[in-house]
């Protein structure tokens, strides 16, 4: 009878897994997994390694394996500018969590990444981040917010490092990008660095929250020509001349994408 019904319950999970909405979520919560599970994990793994940005290779790596399940590709071009000692600010267009799996196949040397204070706090996440060493921000208070600019300045200035942004701001899932926030271009105007926009085609041909659903799919990330920051007179033209040349190309990418993802 135990048998029986453990093939009765196995028969109704992978019945149930075939409805698009089951499936939505069981594919959420793996990936969810992979990321809090694996960097609390990950976290511990690191601790050898001490402090350094190279962890952020091992960091993905894991992540890479670990959600290998889910047949997510990313189509990755242009990468020369990956192996680049020169610092700068690389800047992407950001869509979801998914991202976080992105990054790892488009991540530069010597990198680190600016993110919300809040991530600080998430239990196995902050002790990968404090190894990796993360960039933290807190946009609710000018001081703290000041504080880390300042601290991205001497990581590009000081230790010549690469910093990525997110310069939207939060999560935008539509085709038009956001308006950009100025932090990205401030910094890039004061450290004397390019920027170098990293853009990923759409997720929506596997990826909808609002539709519930997760398949399968390829998204594709180029790496455009860096922009010379020292050829812009004005914050707001810089800002609007990286915005304008992303926004064009992440339709360009999307039409390819959708070709793949027939």
């Not at 208070?141 to 590009?156: D, R, W």
């Not at 085709?175 to 004397?192: D, H, N, R, V, Y």
Request: glycine share 4%.
């Amino acid at each position: 009878m135990t048998l029986e019904l453990i093939i009765f319950i196995v028969a109704v999970f992978v019945l149930l897994a075939q409805l698009p909405v089951i499936r939505y979520y069981v594919r959420i919560f793996y990936y969810g997994m992979s990321l809090t599970v694996g960097a609390f994990f990950t976290g511990f793994a690191l601790i050898p390694f001490g402090r350094t940005t190279n962890n952020h290779f091992r960091m993905y790596k894991i992540l890479q394996v670990v959600s290998w399940p889910l047949n997510l590709r990313f189509e990755l071009r242009n990468s020369e500018i990956l192996n680049d000692d020169k610092p700068y600010i690389i800047i992407g267009n950001h869509q979801s969590a998914l991202d976080v799996l992105g990054m790892s196949y488009a991540w530069p040397i010597h990198c680190v990444v600016m993110v919300k204070s809040s991530l600080k706090y998430l239990p196995g996440f902050n002790l990968c981040a404090y190894m990796c060493e993360f960039l933290f921000v807190n946009r609710a208070s000018k001081v703290k917010s000041h504080n880390a600019v300042n601290s991205a300045l001497n990581e590009l200035v000081a230790k010549k490092r690469k910093v990525w942004i997110f310069p939207e701001g939060t999560r935008n899932a539509e085709q038009e990008l956001l308006p950009f926030k100025k932090g990205a271009f401030i910094l890039a105007k004061e450290a004397k660095v390019p920027i170098v926009p990293c853009v990923f085609s759409s997720h929506k041909f596997f990826y909808s929250h609002a539709e519930k659903r997760f398949t399968g799919g390829t998204c594709i990330i180029d790496l455009l020509p860096a922009v010379d920051t020292s050829k812009f007179d004005s914050i707001d033209d810089l800002s609007a001349h990286c915005h304008k040349i992303m926004q064009a190309h992440r339709e360009k990418l999307d039409a390819e994408a959708a070709n793949l993802n027939l």
